[in-house]
Every structure is written in C-alpha cells, then in structure tokens.
C-alpha cells in the first residue's frame, strides 16, 4: 500500500497516522536464510522502529522442507541499529537441510532501501526502488514449491466458498486489490513498555499481555482479517513459531493460493501502472517482471501488463464492494481514523486506487469520472460512500462512458 494526503488517501490497512516522508534502509545479517541468520535482528536505520506507525519495517521468512513438503512462517525481528538491549533476543527456527528459504519486507515509511548480505535480495530495478517492499530468494521458494504441489507433495487448500454463496477472494482477485497488489506483510511485533522490541510469539504474548502489537500495513491484513473473516471465509494458515497462535497466513502463501485458484475470468497480476513499478513515473517492464517474480507470478509483457485492461477489470472491485454494502458497513474498519466502516474503507481505497496518479490512473485510461461519491466529516474520516456500479458494468462490458458523477445513485445493500 501507499500513502497520500487527504482527501486522496491511500491507505494503510491499519489505523496508522499519516506518513511523513521516511526513507528506511535495513541491513540485512549475514547468511540470512540460515537458522542463525534468521535469529540474528535485522538493522534499521534512517528510521525508528518504535515508530512503526510510519516508519517501522517487517520481515516475513517461509521455510519449505522439499523433503516432507513442510511449510512453516518465522518473522525476524527487527530493531534499531546499534540496539544493545531493549529487545528480546529472536527464537531460533528449525530449518531443515536442503531447506529452501525466502524473505519478503513490507514498510510503512516510504521507502525501504536493503543493504548487508544482499546476494540473494531485490529490492528494485536498479536505484529505482519498489518502495515499500523488497524479498530474497522468492523465485527459488516458488519454483521449489510449485513443483511440491504439482507433485502431491503439498497440498494448497482451495478458497471455499463464502457468505451468499460467493467465492472467497484471494490476492489475486479483481474484487479486493488496489494500485499496488501483493504488497507488504501480516508479520506482527509486540512493543513492551513502549520501548522494548520482540517477536509476537505465544511466550511473549502470554508474557506480557498489556503489550501493544506493531503491525504492517498489508493488502494481505486487508484480506486475512477483514475481508475473510466479513465473508465467512477462512485464510489458508501454516505454522508459525513466531505468530501468537502458532498459525498464521502469510504473504508468500496468499499468493500461491491465489496461483493455483484463480478466480473466475481473469487473475489480477501486478500491471504496468502499479506506483510501485514506475521508474521515474514511466512504465517499465523489467521492474515489473522484478516485482512479479517475488510473488511468484507469471512473466509480463505489454498485453498481459497492461494498465487500461487492469482497469477494465478492477471495475470488478467497485462492483464488488458496493454489493456487499451491508455485510461490510457491519464490519469493522481497519483504519479508524480514516473510514468508519469496512464497507467506507474498501469504498475509499478503490476510489483513490482508481483516481489519478499515483493512483492508477483508471481516470485517465478509460476517460472516465471516478465512480465513487465520498462523504466526510470534519475530521475527513469517511463517513459514507456511494458507488456507480452502473458505469462500472459498462467498462467491464466495454462500453463507452463518461459523466460518471451525473447520475449517481445509492445501489441497494447486499444485492
């Protein structure tokens, strides 16, 4: 996710305050996918990790056992560089021999810039950064995996089916991304008397229970605990020594759910027009064949990149949310301070992801007004939303569309 002023927020799925312009670099430890790399901290700088709210970092590991098919999530902790204490010293993971192991950074600064034992990582093109995120090894996981599951070896769970008979969204449905998909990372901290950094593990949970929990803001949050849950869908979980319930969701398995259960038509893949992809506000396919490959996606090329036919298709979101109006008004927002609602939250993210650079620019591609109508109170937090679904049909359909905003009307809860 990124982040823009008021009224264009783009919006980090947890009640965050807005960013300030923070650049963070995190230094990666030696030997990063081994046992001991993965106990080791890894070291920020140019930003405070106390601050996690605009400028903490988060690490996600996946340990893929190609022997028994085992998957299992570790978060790495991180802490402020030069930190001798003031930190609980990281549970060491079991990783297997043979093992196959990858990273995945989510931020909520701006920029997150990787340095340290690097051999493995990318975190852009070049100098031209992603932005919030970067990964190591995740091509190698994927190809590893992938093949388990071909073979039997591992078995992905199907998404289900949800509320009112509906398919359950993975990360790769039109229904629920936004501008940049696939980013950032469900890795949770605990911060213990607002100065002491540790692992969200059971022990440390249980121990210190007026801890609070630093989180990322995630599409993959976004999903697992607000979507989902709305819907009555289950996430697809593996075990986790650092996560507070054992279990935990992560990005890299949203993903490879979303690869061998793609939704009905066509899968939602990082296009051309993602903010996170632009080199100095112009497309490139390299950067984002770069993106794609750590998330496990297929090669692009200008069709199957392409940012107006990802708008067509991102009709499908506003669509989507606007008929589950009820369901979602009935659920909590994931930004307080921003929507009210879960139903106002998905409203406003579309709207922005949909308006003008940096969102997508569906605006402009498509020669459209945005089909969002925003109502805010004095604090700007969103209050109501109305949504065209009637023009958004029509760009699905392909038809020709222009003053969006001149019949705007409220389209009936749940239909």
Known sequence: MQFLPRPFLLFTLLSFPFLVWSQCTLKIPNSPLTAAGLATPFELSGCNQLNFADQGVFVEANIFDPATGNIQIYNPLVINAGMTSFFIPPVTPTVPNGAVVALWFGSNANTLTLTGDTNTCVNGLGTSVFGQVAYCNAPAWFTAVNGAVASGLVKVPAPGTGLNNQACPTTRDFRIVDQDQSDNVVTTYLLINKNTLAQHTPENAQANPDAEVLSNGSDNSLLNDFIQPALKCAPYQNSCATCPTGQSPALSTNELQGAFYPPA????????????????????????????????????????????????????SGIFIASNEKTFTQATSPAADQATNLFTFLAMRFSASFGPAPGLGCVTLLNVDNPVKLTMDGNGVVTAAVINTSVLQQILGGGSVRCVLCDMVELPADV
Not at 276 to 299: C, F, H, I, W
Request: hydrophobic residues 35%.
């Open 265 to 316: 038509g066509v899968p939602a893949l990082v296009p051309l027009n993602d903010p996170m992809v632009l080199v100095d506000g112009k497309e490139s396919l390299d950067k984002v064949n770069l993106y794609r490959a750590g998330v496990g996606q297929p090669t692009a090329d200008q069709n199957n990149a392409s940012g107006t036919t990802y708008c067509q298709q991102f009709a499908q």
